[in-house]
Every structure is written in C-alpha cells, then in structure tokens.
DNA sequence: CGATCGGGTGACAAGTCTGTGACGACCGGG
DNA sequence: CCCGGTCGTCACAGACTTGTCACCCGATCG
C-alpha cells in the first residue's frame, strides 16, 4: 500500500518482559505504527486512559494486575471501552474466556507467534473498526476510489465510467468487503429482490465491471464455488 | 487459571452400578463440580428436566430405559436439547450410532476410562458451549484460523486456498470440535443429503485438506472405525 | 505369525464452474 | 424512426473440482 496515514496509529503494547515488548515494538514501529509500552497491568491502565492508544496488544501474564483485568477495567470506562485488544498467551487453552463475553478482548495470539502475523492482526483491526465501511460515502482500496454520493468512481486520477447496475456491484461488494457474497446474495442487494434473473448474470457484470476497472480490477475476488469478494488488501 | 468460576457447574451422572456412579462423582467433586445422580432411565429424565444440569455423564446401558433412549428424548425437548452429554459405554463398536444424529450424544468413553479422562471431556464439553463455537464466525485452534464469513483460512500468516468442499467439511469438523464425526454424518452435513455419495469420499477430502493444511493438518484426528475429529488442543 | 480390516495415497475421468464473446431486447434521445 | 448504450441471456472453452477406484501399508486380531 502505497498511501501513508497522516498519523500513525498508537500502539500501546504491554507485557512484563522487557525482551518481548522490545520484540513486538521493533515489528510494529517497522510497519509504521508508533509504539508506547507499559511494563505491567497498572501502568497499562494509566497510559490506556491518557495516551488514547488506538490498539492494544496486551500479555495475559502479568505480575499483581493480570491481562484479563485490565481487559475488564478497560471495557468498563466508555472512553476505553471500544478500545481494539490483542491478547497474548502462551497456552491456546486459557483463551477461551478471553475472547468470549466475560472479557472481551478482540482477537489473540499464543506464544510463539510469528512477528509478521502480529502486525497483520493488529492491522486488521484497525482497519475494521476505523473504516466502518458500512455506511461510509467514499471507499478507497488503494487507488480505486468510491463515491457513493457522487455516484463517482476513480481509478487515480482516471474516472471511471459506470453504469448504474455496475456502480451499485462495485457498492454492495465494496461495503461488505472482505467477506464473501453469493451470486444469490448480490442479486438481492444489487437487483432488488427480482429473482428471476440468472444468477450467471452477475458473472457478467462482473467481468464489465472488471474490464472497466483495468489494473484496480484485482480489489475483485472470485471465490470459486462461492461467489465473490471485494479484496480487504492487495 | 486462578479465577474459580462463581458458580460451580452442575453434572448429573446416571448408571445403575452404584460402584460407577460413585467413582464418578467422586472425581467430578474433586474438580470443582457439583453433582447429582441418578441410577435409572426415568429418573435420570426428571432430574435432566427439573435441575437443569450444565452437563451430563450417561450410561448406556441401562435397566427399563436406556441411554440411547434417555438421549433421544432429552433432545427433543427444547429446554434440554442442547445438554452436553457424554456416554459411557462397554465396547466403542456401539459408538457409531451413538454419535451420530440418530441419537445425538456429544462425546463418548468407553469403559474402563481413566477418571481424569473423564473430567477432562466434561471440561472441555462446558468449554465449548461457553464458547460457543456452534456459530461464531471465527474459528481458532493455535496458529490455525478458519474465517467463515471472509471463506477464508490462514496457518500462521499463510493463507491456505480451500475448495469450498474443502472448506465446508473443515469448519463442519471444527465446529464441533473434539466430537468425533462418523463419515456418514460428514456427508450429511457437508454434502447436504446426498447419502449416495461414497463414505470413502470422506477420506479423499480429509486426506486434500490435510495436505493443504500442512503442519496444521494434525488439528485433524483420525479415529479408526469411527470417523474424524478437530482436536480439541495439541 | 498370518489374515483381515481400515485408512492413506496417487491417478483419473466426468462433471462443474467461471471468463468470455456474441446476440437480441429494450429504452430514451435525437 | 434510428441509434447508441445498457442489460439479461446464452453457448463455449478452459481450468479446476470432485467422486471413485485400485493399491499399499500399518494396525488389529485370532
């Protein structure tokens, strides 16, 4: 991805294991990230409330207050509590109550994990929450841009012409992105209920779509058997 | 874990050896959990109905009313449909069916079993429907993620491409992890009843997804003369 | 120890799915 | 009325999937 965020997302990281902090900062200031860090479950607290971090990637395994409760505490305040969490465990087991209800962390890795899997995580969560694509008016995937209000889509600074049935494709699959979408289901949402028609119909619109997009045609997925995607990266 | 849950789960045990039930409870309380029992069919159905238990460990055979038919008509009934049971039994060729939709019991033991066994499957019986993993969109099992909405399924931060018969059949094992799936309930449930389908067929797919899966193909237990099972930890 | 059974494996032919080019229907504007 | 553009359908080819089979090997059992 070409396009640097203006600011870079904060990323508290906390873990009571110097070497282990130093090793998830190193890879997450690489991929761009500014990287704050605390050393145990109060000062995790404290920084969390006063540094609006944007994520946080959190070890179960502290000393005094553990991971599972500064994950309460969090949830608890409005401020902090839709605050994205990334927890970290040595056995897989202990994770069951993490991600459920009772704590509500949003995603977990169990040690050993490979540094580049942590970077995409903690991006995937960002992204989910900061884009809340579902009701948003401009999409952008790269350089594919999609205005919804203006009923305008650019490819760089190439317009691209749409018709109508192909602009509301692009839509539909562009604000579900990242999950699948049956032929069935994009002609409900893109067709209206009008059943009738042959769900081999939205193949074709897709290969028009397609060939229109040129080169941003690949944020297209086709999921053999299933349907098709709007790409969540390139 | 240090957190003791706030209230201790409920077992009903049924068999008619006062011996077994003892043995059973005995080890049950020791881990934690309260007890009930119940010696017969009958009253193994009122205490089901009356005291809600979060589980049940049941014997198969049993004098009047059996296991297979005590589990046939608990589930029946809504209030008791979901309640985890597991069956203790003599000789595992009897499991078949057991397993299987025909009578519908979650997991089985086949005796003489080891105590810690036993409160082992019970354990992780409470664990799975805590987590309810029948219908969450993200399933885990250590660096193994299935994504069910994206139809999408990564080993560490490798994607894996599945077929969709493939990917089917995955999260149809992985939902009910740890149960152990007969190859004919596998084709019911991932080829949706068309039951002239060789069982054999199974295997040929197991055997695709396990290649595909790599290190992560030891998720999949083969259990010879029975079926397939997700495991339920390394 | 040999026989038997169940499951893993590689190959394969038939079937299925998707991309593609073409076509006729339709519509609104000249 | 003609025309350009859009739309839904279709037939076809190529790629990929998939169910089956024969074979082998290790486990199991007598």
């Known amino acids: 991805m070409s396009s640097e965020p203006r600011v870079k997302p904060k990323i508290l990281v906390v873990d009571d294991e110097p070497d282990a902090v130093e090793l998830v900062a190193f890879n997450l200031k690489a991929a761009g990230f500014e990287v704050i860090t605390a050393g145990d479950g109060e000062s995790a607290l404290r920084r969390a409330r006063q540094e609006s971090p944007d994520a946080m990637v959190l070890d179960l395994m502290l000393p005094e207050v553990d991971g599972i409760e500064v994950c309460k505490q969090l949830r608890r305040h409005p401020r902090t509590a839709a605050l994205p969490i990334i927890m970290l465990t040595a056995r897989a087991e202990e994770m069951d109550r993490v991600i459920g209800l009772e704590v509500g962390a949003d995603d977990y890795l169990t040690k050993p994990f490979s540094p580049r899997e942590l970077v995409l995580r903690v991006k995937n969560l960002l992204k989910r929450r900061a884009r809340n694509e579902e009701d948003t008016d401009v999409i952008q995937a790269g350089d594919l841009r999609i205005d919804i209000p203006r009923h305008q889509v650019t490819v760089g600074d190439r317009e691209v012409q749409l018709t109508s049935t192909e602009f509301k494709l692009l839509t539909v699959l ?8 049956s032929r069935e289901q994009l002609l409900r949402d ?14 074709t619109h897709v290969r028009r779509l397609r060939e229109k ?22």
């Open 213 to 234: 997009l040129g080169p941003a045609a690949r944020w297209i997925d086709t999921v053999r058997g299933v349907g098709y995607r709007f790409r969540e990266s390139l």
């Open 190 to 203: 893109v067709w209206n209920y009008e059943s009738l028609i042959d769900t081999r119909t939205v193949d």
């Open 174 to 181: 562009a604000r579900r992105r990242g999950r699948v979408q």
